[in-house]
DNA sequence: CATATACTTGCATAGTTGCGCAATTGTTGT
DNA sequence: ACAACAATTGCGCAACTATGCAAGTATATG
């Protein structure tokens, strides 16, 4: 393999990581499902999660520094919103995968 | 909902935050890629990734703690592989994620 | 039995993360 | 200008992570 082609690929391998470590956190992946539907202001998605505002506004800043939501200003609110509906195909996945590894798990026990 | 509904949830969230954090580093996901094709020993995965072999050694641990992957004694070589190829499929959406942000990025530019 | 090879484990340490709390900024209404 | 609400920021502490290095275990070979 090329040099520089070399390089791209541990670059593309870093990105991944990095949005995986987004992801591995609990109360992040419970913005993002709670982001499947609609746009959620930063107390409503506190309303729902029933969590300190501080701690949702840091997680949002995470996600958003991973470019996972966007934000939008509306008056006294800040609405987000997811910006790749792609992300919800991984945390479907990921289901999917639990799912699996328990049917295995029953298989075993029979 | 349900409050065992919930319950049940709350810990899908949590195993899912898991597996993230599973693939949340380099070494690793570069270790599942080259589980991609075939089964390897943990000498043949540390001089591809040209790592220390403690590094490779529990960093697999890991990976198997998280039953990503398993292993076969054979003599004095431990063969690993991969369990489950949907693990493939959430690396290949975090690529697409990548490259829509990057065609995005472009449209911008222009 | 001794030695080499393959791998794992333990440990030290530097760095990171999560989260509660207090303080701050920004916006709207009185 | 002031109060009220929305959201962010900074700080500190406990818990966790990565990684290099040394030591240990297990298996095959001379």
Redesign the pocket.
């Known amino acids: 393999m090329p040099k520089n082609q070399l390089k791209q690929r541990v670059k593309l391998t870093q990105l991944k990581a990095e949005l995986f470590?987004a992801l591995?956190?609990?109360?992040?992946i419970r913005i993002l499902d709670e982001l499947r539907i609609e746009e959620l202001?930063?107390?409503?998605?506190?309303d729902r999660l029933e969590?300190?505002?501080?701690?949702?506004?840091?997680?949002?800043?995470?996600l958003?520094a991973n470019n996972l939501v966007c934000?939008r200003?509306?008056?006294?609110?800040?609405?987000?919103s997811c910006v790749d509906t792609r992300l919800f195909k991984l945390l479907d996945v990921a289901k999917e995968i639990f799912q699996a590894q328990l049917s295995d798990l029953q298989k075993t026990l029979k």
């Open positions: 470590r591995s956190n609990p109360v992040r202001t930063v107390s409503e998605i506190k969590l300190e505002l501080p701690n949702i506004s840091q997680q949002l800043s995470v958003k934000s200003k509306q008056g006294v609110n800040i609405y987000y």
